[in-house]
């Protein structure tokens, strides 16, 4: 079973819309959770990290849920800018950081 | 806004040279990585490197591959001997001790014929 998995997408969506991004992972003992953007051909940015609590930044919200080793992003209110691919990513809890990536979900939101 | 950067951006090389790829991580920094990423695949985790040693290492990372830390600025990863399979995006990152957030820099790609 893969470490990471996600919604492969691609996702196609209007300027405005609420679109959502599914990730799960394998590893029960992870302990850190993040979703960066990848824009074509660039290198990975974090969006942001993920809390047990659920988190937003801005349009941007974030959720786990331990239990089911579920990650989801919401993003609200669409732009043009946001077109790119998401990661998962996830760090199984050591401090050496290696991180676990997702192979991203691609987003296209078009006017 | 301080970066990691990465030199050079593109590298093409023949099948069996060796190719060092370098990296200046963010000046505060004390953690490094180095990932690839083959062209539509995800990104993997290669190495990490800490307190002037390897502190963990993929299957990826076999003895072709090498780290060194040479001063206080640079990070590199030398391939020893290319493959074909070794074209890929290759990512650098570092991070602060306190914080998780791990910082990539551009990216080398390297093109291996």
């Known amino acids: 079973r893969k470490e990471v998995e996600q919604d492969p997408g691609p996702f196609n969506v209007p300027e405005g819309a609420t679109v959502a991004f599914n990730c799960t992972y394998s590893n029960s003992a992870s302990q850190s959770f993040f979703w960066y953007r990848q824009d074509c051909r660039k290198e990975p940015k974090l969006l942001m990290s993920v809390y047990s609590s659920g988190n937003e930044d801005g ?14 992003l919401l993003i609200r209110d669409s732009k043009l800018s946001d077109s790119a691919t998401y990661l998962c990513v996830v760090n199984r809890g050591s401090t050496l950081g290696r991180l676990y990536f997702g192979r991203g979900t691609q987003l296209t939101v078009w006017p | 806004e301080p970066e990691v950067t990465q030199t050079p951006s593109h590298q093409v090389t023949q099948m069996g040279q060796e190719v060092i790829l370098r990296c200046v991580p963010i000046s505060n920094h004390l953690y490094f990585y180095w ?6 695949q995800k990104v993997e985790f290669l190495v990490s490197f800490y307190n002037n040693e390897i502190s963990e290492k993929s299957e990826i990372f076999d003895d072709q591959f090498s780290v060194e830390r040479p001063d206080g600025s640079n990070f590199t990863l030398k391939i020893r001997s290319t493959k074909l399979e070794d074209s890929a995006m290759y990512f650098c990152a570092s991070r602060q001790g306190a914080s998780e957030t791990q910082y990539f820099g551009p990216g080398t790609r390297l093109l291996v014929l």
């Open chain 1, 59 to 72: 349009r941007f919200t974030a959720q786990l849920n331990r239990a089911s080793q579920y990650i989801s």
């Open chain 2, 35 to 40: 990932y690839r990423q083959i062209l539509g």
